[in-house]
T-cell receptor, first 112, second 115 residues
Framework: AQSVTQLGSHVSVSEGALVLLRCNYS??????LFWYVQYPNQGLQLLLK??????LVKGINGFEAEFKKSETSFHLTKPSAHMSDAAEYFC??????????FGTGTSLTVIP | GAGVSQSPSNKVTEKGKDVELRCDPI?????LYWYRQSLGQGLEFLIY????????KSGLPSDRFSAERTGGSVSTLTIQRTQQEDSAVYLC?????????????FGQGTRLTVV
């Protein structure tokens, strides 16, 4: 069975500081992992995805994530937070049945 | 259209009434998903359609909820005899189903309020 766990439902960072949002997955097969962002009153938008190949994945808006099999993690990072990064972030895994399993989300607040 | 379209964007209904929520997926996407997002909660899977296969209904919370997908395209989620706990944002997503590496594209959602 596949699932994802997002540690920390709320994260606050100062503008310009490092953003680190944590995601751990559980999968019996090689996982396909995704990060989505949701701005207020909007749907989810893909930030980045890991399928195969390079374990460091770069996405939009300066975000990146590293797939670490040994740690079953896929944490999302951004070197310098911007006010516009304030949003809800969801980690997801897609299983062999093409079903998506989402984490409970992490709300990111950026403090000016 | 260019993206997943959901209508209406907002719906206020009285307790006990039936509601229909519509989703137009991206053209050519064979997979379609419905999720529910309650205030402060994550995404709760409701139902998944894949081509002409029988849908995966395992996430529907009660028999008041049903969904159909006509012609492999437009989908309608119906909630009968609405209850206040049904108030949430209902999100639709579609995906190419050519492999697990393809992402889901989401609509803007329908915000349902049951009063």
């Amino acid at each position: 069975a596949q699932s994802v766990t997002q540690l920390g439902s709320h994260v606050s960072v100062s503008e310009g500081a490092l953003v680190l949002l944590r995601c751990n997955y559980s999968s019996s097969v090689p996982p396909y992992l995704f990060w989505y962002v949701q701005y207020p009153n909007q749907g989810l938008q893909l930030l980045l995805k890991y399928t195969t190949g390079a374990t460091l994945v770069k996405g939009i808006n300066g975000f990146e994530a590293e797939f670490k099999k040994s740690e079953t993690s896929f944490h999302l990072t951004k070197p310098s937070a911007h006010m516009s990064d304030a949003a809800e972030y969801f980690c997801a895994v897609r299983n062999t049945g093409n079903q998506f399993y989402f984490g409970t989300g992490t709300s990111l607040t950026v403090i000016p | 259209g260019a993206g997943v379209s959901q209508s209406p964007s907002n719906k206020v209904t009285e307790k006990g009434k039936d509601v229909e929520l519509r989703c137009d997926p991206i053209s050519g996407h064979t997979a379609l998903y419905w999720y529910r997002q309650s205030l402060g909660q994550g995404l709760e899977f409701l139902i998944y359609f894949q081509g002409n296969s029988a849908p995966d209904k395992s996430g529907l919370p009660s028999d008041r909820f049903s969904a159909e997908r006509t012609g492999g395209s437009v989908s309608t989620l119906t909630i009968q005899r609405t209850q206040q706990e049904d108030s949430a944002v209902y999100l639709c997503a579609s995906s190419l189903n050519t492999g697990q590496n393809t992402e889901a594209f989401f609509g803007q959602g329908t915000r349902l309020t049951v009063v």
